[in-house]
């Protein structure tokens, strides 16, 4: 079975990540055909956009936690080969189709893409807080959301499509039936635009999207090393084995007070 399976529609790709029994979490066999995947789209001749979605009641669970306990170390393995969705250099529009849940990296995912839809079940999380040292700091600064919704995003409280879609954060809340000739709808549309103006306009608003400052994202790193890293599996391992973690918090208990500081500040 393809980890992920692609389906042409005239100028239009659909991409749909196939690991259902996993909720389409995130191992390295699927990072990997996704860059592949990914790339192939770019370079076609053909295809002008894509429609991104999960098989099965999961768009993407995130990381693949058996995964990373099994080689002992958390975070996902980078393909071998450059993702072009992930790193910014894809030139065509994603539209995310959300079948379920957008957990963590799952979330990520999302965030990436240019328009999005999805099924009033859909629940999205931004999982950092329970996994890492540091929670999703950036992901409502991203979304431009309001402060203390950015809060709730970085400390992994939920949010229902409801909520997103309130927020501004997706397009189109709608039934899975329809799902994807919604979002088929918002391809034709974007492909009846000329093509100079479809790519340019897409360009230019990816550049006006909000991102933190470059001593923000020093303290970001500062803060990824503040604490006990044994936390890190911890979370993962108790995630696996359905039972209570036991976090330490800090090697010193005096470094929560000693915490690290703006550049200049």
Known sequence: MAVVETERNGQVLIVRMNRPESLNALNTELRQKLAETWTEFRASK???????????????????????????????????IPDPFMDGSLEKPVIAAINGF?????????????????????????????????????HGHLANVPYPVAMEMALGFRFTAERFYQVGFLNRV?????????????AEHLLSLP??????????????????????KALAAKLHDHGDKADLIESRAAFAEKRRPNFKGWLDPQDRYRMPKLDGK
């Open 46 to 80: 053909e295809l002008e956009v894509a429609i991104f979605t999960g098989a099965g009641r999961a768009f993407c669970a995130g990381e693949d936690m058996k995964e990373s306990l099994a080689k002992g170390t958390p975070g996902g393995v980078k393909p071998t």
């Open 174 to 186: 709608v039934p899975q039936a329809d799902l994807i000739p919604t979002a088929m709808g918002m």
């Open 102 to 138: 957008a957990m963590g990296g799952g979330f990520m995912l999302v965030e990436r893409t240019d328009l999005r839809v999805a099924v009033p079940e859909a629940l999205f999380e931004v999982s950092e807080a329970k996994r890492w040292l540091l929670g999703g700091y950036n």
């Open 195 to 216: 093509p100079a103006s479809r790519v340019n306009t897409v360009h230019m608003m990816r550049q006006m999207r909000p991102e933190a400052s470059d001593s923000q």
